[in-house]
Structure formats: C-alpha cells, structure tokens
C-alpha cells in the first residue's frame, strides 16, 4: 500500500502520448483515496489555453463523443486551476514544472499566489514556475524565446533564490 510513503508529481499529465485520460484519472483517484501520500503539482500543460492545442481535448472528444467528450475536458480543466504549484519537502527542498523566478523573494511569494488560476499567465510569478527553464552559461535572467513564455535562468539567479528561500535543492520538470 501506499501507507507510509509520499509521491509528488511534478505535472503535465496531460498532452503527453495517447492515454492522457487514464492518467489525469489515475492521479485523481489515487489522490481522492491516498489525499496525504499523493501530491500533484500543476504543469504548464494544466491550462486550457494549452490542453485546448496540443492534444489533450481532441483525445477525450475521440474517446467520448462531442457532447461527453466536451463534458469531461471541461471538468478536468475546472479542477486544474486549484491545483498547488509548488511544493516543500522537509524546508529544504522546493518541488515545481517549471524553474525559478525573479519574482520569488520568499515563500510567502508562492502562498500568495490566488486560487483558483485559470490563466497562469496573469502571475508572472505563477507563469515562471510553470514555464521557466534553466538555461547552461546564462547569468542572470533572460526572455525564453525556445518558448515564447516566462524565461531562461542560469545558475547564479538559481544559487541566489536557493539562499534567499533557505532551500538546498530544487526538483523540477517540463524538460
């Protein structure tokens, strides 16, 4: 069983092969049963402004039909928006999608973003740690042209959030 351990999933569980549904609704019961062991973070692709477009609406229309199949996309898509985007493990390690920000100053930065978010994008905060990306050689903070969204980070913005929010390490996926 799941008794003593935790899981964090770091997001986009949707738009990622054929079986997004049985995925989004895999983690779903697994947290509705497992509420404390089952953490899952948003990923940029929890957003209908992304699901819509790259796959993940046009699968549940195909494996329903039009009328269902819109149904069940749209209730997926209300649950997205409450999802956490961020965690901390032990106060030392920050979990998220995407990277760091020049907007995160504190943790506080991260409690204070609003919830529900149906658009990430009207937080930068929210956007870039959904979106951002490390980028090798990069000081400081650049746009993410690779994306069109938020932006690229090198390893001195990465050092310096990290001492500022005491945290030894951060997880992140959307690679």
């Given at each position: 069983?799941?008794?003593?351990?935790?899981?964090?999933?770091?997001?986009?569980?949707?738009?990622?092969?054929?079986q997004?549904?049985?995925?989004?609704?895999?983690?779903?019961?697994?947290?509705?049963?497992?509420?404390?062991?089952?953490l899952?973070?948003?990923?940029?692709?929890?957003?209908?402004?992304?699901n819509?477009?790259y796959?993940?609406?046009?699968?549940?229309?195909?494996?329903?039909?039009?009328?269902?199949?819109?149904?069940?996309?749209?209730m997926?898509?209300?649950c997205?928006?409450?999802?956490p985007?961020?965690?901390?493990?032990?106060?030392?390690?920050?979990?998220?999608?995407g990277?760091?920000?020049?907007?995160?100053?504190?943790?506080?930065?991260?409690?204070?973003i609003?919830k529900?978010l149906?658009?990430?994008?009207?937080?930068e905060?929210?956007?870039?740690?959904?979106?951002?990306?490390?980028?090798?050689?990069?000081?400081?903070?650049?746009?993410?042209?690779?994306?069109?969204?938020s932006?690229?980070?090198?390893?001195?913005?990465?050092?310096?959030?990290?001492?500022k929010?005491?945290?030894?390490?951060?997880?992140?996926?959307?690679?």
């Open positions: 069983g799941f008794s003593n351990q935790r899981y964090v999933f770091l997001g986009d569980y949707v738009d990622r092969g054929k997004s549904t049985e995925v989004v609704m895999l983690l779903f019961l697994l947290k509705i049963n497992f509420p404390r062991q089952f899952l973070l948003r990923g940029n692709h929890e957003s209908i402004s992304i819509k477009t796959g993940f609406k046009d699968e549940i229309i195909r494996r329903f039909n039009k009328d269902d199949g819109e149904a069940a996309y749209n997926f898509n209300e997205f928006p409450y999802m985007i961020c965690a901390l493990i032990g106060k030392k390690v920050l979990c998220m999608h990277g760091i920000s020049p907007k995160l100053t504190s943790l506080q930065d991260i409690l204070a609003p529900p149906a658009d990430p994008t009207t937080s905060l929210a956007c870039d740690l959904m979106w951002s990306d490390p980028m090798i050689g990069l000081t400081g903070y650049q746009p993410n042209r690779t994306r069109g969204l932006k690229h980070f090198g390893e001195d913005s990465l050092e310096r959030v990290m001492a929010l005491g945290i030894h390490l951060i997880v992140r996926g959307h690679q």
